[in-house]
């Protein structure tokens, strides 16, 4: 049995797994990343988080036989460097691979975390089987990812995937990329619970002047639309069928087998992907409408380190992700 | 020096090339299509414009190496067979590829024609020298091709690739696809037209009133707005921006090094593409909108038949195009 450490890297949490060639996890470890305290701190957390997860599974560094970090980006996997990253200060081209395989004495890879998050569910969760597929996370933002023939699409400047940034709206939401109407500023779970805080400061009947305005989440809206707040229920009908829209476009421009719906916003089930699934299909060009599998991700909050243990086997192997 | 016949069949014209391996014509024909004959008239059409084009090249069939018809679809590239197709009345599942294998002793490929052409821009024309790229050409409605990794990307379903299908606005104009709000319906020569048109009946300061509004082309739009007319400069430039987000959605999901556009609103200009560029650079993420190439394609009508002889050439040699 060859073992495999996958790493998700986040601006507030950090979780490690050693995970087996089949993709099942046989120890894990969680710390917080501290990323106040800078880039050689958060580096030794990544090392040490590593070093958890092996001893979580019984197993010995030296036995490992590959790590992959998931980190948020822009980065270049090729090269195992992220350039910059908005939440990680102090991080600026920072040889995350060369760093990891040094601390660790294991070869390391680096992929940005939506690539290894849907590799996660390509791999072991709701992809698996299919050869191509795309899939939106919906939390604070959108995270995408594109797999192609079996492989990650990347682009020719690591900057593909980003489904997120599907332009939805001409001259719609600023997005915090620069551009208007991303598929980001209506279909996150940011978005959801601005717009409800929004409304509900504005003195509308969304069920949810009770809570503190500020404290008005995209679970406290789900929470309220099965409590009865139509208010709540259309908006997440508006905002399954938005997600549904940019679908379509992915659906016509890419053709994929599955569109993986991830992410937080995934609790409010069926009242999201139903109109989700009817948008898609109502704009899809036939017959891709008809064959294209818009289905919830399997595999939560794992997906990550899944994700990044199966690139780990697969790079270390030496095929392309 | 081995010759490749490309054809690329339309509604209206069906035309084919000799095109030796560098991807220089070496002879041409052109017919009508007669559409209205029916199947077996259109075929026997097909192969005479493929020995036409060789005897206007001085080969002779038997030294022709391989064929390839590009085709409107749906239509199925691996089997050779057009599934049915709204241009051509009667054509339902007809083997194209074995029925011009047989008549013309050459083994025959098909493929989109949206392919055809994308396929023509990247080997010889625009494209030329990238691995991937994405192509809108505006016409009649907007066809689109995308590449990846120098091949093109059919999709499972070879239903990718339909960049004219990405979905501009939300519950935007209707589309002849069943979608509404499809790029085609902001950005297509005869989006365009309609909206002059029905710009001009409403009794709008068009520059356009002289002529019979059932005759206003694109092309007279863009006469206008040179000749001064600020609707018609305004229309342009408005399906330039329209473009350009189209563009940044394609660049956002997959990140390639060149956009080609192509089609006879081509003939704006940079009335069409400096708005068309700009919105794709303020709204795709960086580093990806400074990367990418927005470019006039550079082979005209002759892109089908180019592109069509080149994937002969490479279908041929065993390669997958």
Redesign the interface.
Known sequence: MQVFIGVDLGGTNLRAAAVDETGRILGRSRLETHAAEGLEAVLARIASAARQAASDAGVRMEDVAACCVGSPG?LDAATGVVLFTPNLPGWKNVPVAARMTEALGVRTFLENDANSAGWGEFWRGAGRGS??MVICTLGTGVG?S?I?RGRL???????????G??????DGRPCG?????CLEQYCSAKAVAREAREATRAGEDTGLARLDPDGITAKAVYEAAVAGSQYCRELIERTGR?LG??I??????????VAVIAGGMLEAGEMLLAPCRKAAR???????DE?VKIVPAELGGDAGVIGAAGLAMRRSGGEEA
């Open positions: 822009p050869t191509d995408g594109v192609l699409h990347r682009g020719r400047d690591q900057m593909a995937g980003h489904l940034h599907i332009i939805l709206v001409p990329c620069g551009a208007t109407g938005y829209l940019g379509a476009t992915a659906v016509n421009v890419l053709d994929p087998q109502e704009n899809a060009l036939a017959p891709a064959r």
